[in-house]
């Protein structure tokens, strides 16, 4: 009988294939180099330079799904699902993968998908190259994920909008050159009375109120902005008026993907760096992996992770397979989000009294794991959403 050995190497699985394959080691390359050695300086900073756009953007990485006839790579969202992913895994910060995420995947996508040709030359075209950077602004002081009850108001004048209001928690929020922003066009509209503007930071009365200090994500900035009787030319309006609220649910489906993505990249890093903590560390004249209570942990680690992969590339596939499985993104959103946090919890206790000390990554891991929660639409929306799916 032949033994086949386990060597550990793996095809890759649907829908990535050989060329996928190629776009992951390039993307590890570039990160593990320029990316992953700064990120203990740039989360002290709390801040990653803004030249990181540019650089993405020159090596193609911020288009890949976009048409070349924008400066993109003319790729499709698996391209995409594979740097979003391996920028977390082989960069292991929350934080830089936030807020090149903020500006690739939730800023120009709703220009991409709404935005008339002007649009796109004034900012899908400079965002692709990294020269522009843009944040999306839905979330307020009193609307988070009651998203209909947003206060920011747009009174509708000749020519254009005058806009009051405020946003907070805003990735991007203090760098951003724009900002897709949902405004209320008519008071009593609710859901049918939003729609997006595109606010630049030099309008006057567009105002950084603060950077805000978080537990996790430190390289990125989240911004608390406020407007005051902004005025916003008619050219400037993203899709429909009044038709808002579609768009924030059409963004919602790639931004939760590209959540879970993360999550999956972030799980797989934190995973890796653990176990070959449990190979080196020693207590008791053995490595701590080689007893059984830490093996299994890792035995139940990589389950949880094997099971967060098959979802989330199933319905990556079926999302760039033009449809629209909102019931399914909203799991993978909310199992990748829970599990990340298990692993990255495993992995704390693994590591004893060192995974509770900055040196050791782990501790970043464990504070950045915790926003999957929260980020995108809490658990208890995804939950309300899931269980809606089936008609209750
Ligand atoms: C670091 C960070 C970055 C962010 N980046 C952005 C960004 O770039 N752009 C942006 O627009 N937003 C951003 N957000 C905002 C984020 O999307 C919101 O925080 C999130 O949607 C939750 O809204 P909230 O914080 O107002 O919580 P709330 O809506 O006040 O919720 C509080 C609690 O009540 C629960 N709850 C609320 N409604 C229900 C319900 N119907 N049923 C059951 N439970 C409910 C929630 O699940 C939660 O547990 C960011 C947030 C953070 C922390």
């Known amino acids: 009988m032949t033994v086949i050995k386990d060597t550990g190497q793996r095809a890759p699985l649907p829908p990535f294939g050989a060329e996928h394959e190629e776009l992951r080691e390039s993307v590890s390359r570039f990160v593990s180099k320029e990316i992953a050695p700064n990120v203990e300086e740039w989360e002290d900073a709390r801040e990653f330079p803004r030249e990181l756009y540019a650089r993405c953007g020159e090596l193609g990485f911020l288009g890949l799904k976009y048409e070349t006839e924008y400066g993109g790579q003319g790729g499709d969202y698996v391209h995409d699902a594979v740097w979003v992913e391996e920028l977390s895994h082989s960069g292991g910060s929350g934080g830089v993968a936030a807020g090149i995420g903020a500006h690739a995947e939730i800023a120009t996508p709703p220009i991409w998908k709404f ?168 207590a008791f004249g053995r490595a701590i992996g080689r007893f059984q209570a830490i093996r299994h942990k890792f035995a139940e680690m990589s389950v949880k992770i094997e099971a967060a992969k098959q979802m989330v590339y199933a319905t990556a596939w079926r999302f760039n397979n033009g449809e629209y499985p909102v019931r399914e993104i909203t799991q993978a959103k909310l199992y990748a989000s829970r599990i990340i946090e298990e692993v990255a919890d495993d992995a704390i206790q693994i590591h004893g009294g060192y995974g509770y000390m900055k040196e050791y990554e782990v501790e970043r891991g464990y504070r950045d794991a915790r926003l999957n929660r929260i980020g995108a639409g809490t658990d208890e929306i995804m939950l309300e959403v899931i269980g809606r799916s089936y008609g209750l």
């Open 115 to 282: 935005g008339t040709e002007e649009q796109k030359q004034r900012w899908l075209v400079p965002g692709i190259k990294g020269e522009k950077i843009g944040a999306l602004g839905i979330t307020e002081p009193g609307a988070g994920s009651d998203v209909a009850s947003l206060r920011t108001t747009a009174r509708k004048v000749d020519g254009g909008y005058v806009v009051n209001g405020a946003k907070t928690f805003i990735t991007n929020g203090v760098r951003a050159d724009f900002l897709v922003c949902a405004c209320k066009t008519t008071e009593d509209g609710g859901h049918h009375g939003i729609s997006f503007l595109v606010l630049e930071r030099d309008m006057p009365g567009y105002e950084v109120v603060s950077k805000l200090e978080k537990m996790g994500w430190h390289s990125s900035d989240t911004g608390e902005l406020s407007f005051t009787d902004v005025e916003v030319p008619e050219e400037n309006l993203l899709g429909e008026e009044n038709g808002g609220f579609y768009l924030i649910m059409a963004n919602f489906q790639w931004e939760r993907l590209t959540m879970a993505l993360g999550a999956l990249g972030g799980m797989q890093r934190v995973f890796e760096e653990t176990l070959r903590y449990a190979k080196e560390r020693e």
